[in-house]
Nanobody, 114 residues
Framework: QVQLVESGGGLVQAGGSLRLSCAVS????????MGWYRQAPGKQRERVAD???????NYADSVKGRFTISRDNAKNTVYLQMNSLKPEDTATYYC????????WGQGTQVTVSS
């Protein structure tokens, strides 16, 4: 069974940075594309970034130029570097496989104060 464990969230002021990590177990990580998603209260979950198995990234317009997704196949981990954070980035952040979703992890809370 695949397990997803997100970490690295916290409270940060607008303009600050955070780096999220997602440790993946129970699958061959290197062959899977991965994505970062977020869900704010009262809103639908949205994908903010994804990265192919080969390392090619893709970003939602709302985070382009501010967020960077990366992966370390040796550590079975995908990262999300978030810079220039805005209050509207406040949400619970999750990782998953875009092609065919696994069960969701617990997520990590990101709160950006103005």
């Amino acid at each position: 069974q695949v397990q997803l464990v997100e970490s690295g969230g916290g409270l940060v002021q607008a303009g600050g940075s955070l780096r999220l990590s997602c440790a993946v177990s129970g699958t061959i990580f290197s062959i899977n594309g991965m994505g970062w998603y977020r869900q704010a209260p009262g809103k639908q979950r949205e994908r903010v970034a994804d990265i192919t198995s080969g390392g090619s990234p893709n970003y939602a317009d709302s985070v382009k130029g501010r967020f960077t997704i990366s992966r370390d196949n040796a550590k079975n981990t995908v990262y999300l570097q978030m810079n220039s954070l805005k209050p509207e980035d406040t949400a619970t952040y999750y990782c998953n496989r875009p092609r065919s979703l696994w069960s969701w992890g617990q997520g990590t809370q990101v709160t950006v104060s103005s």
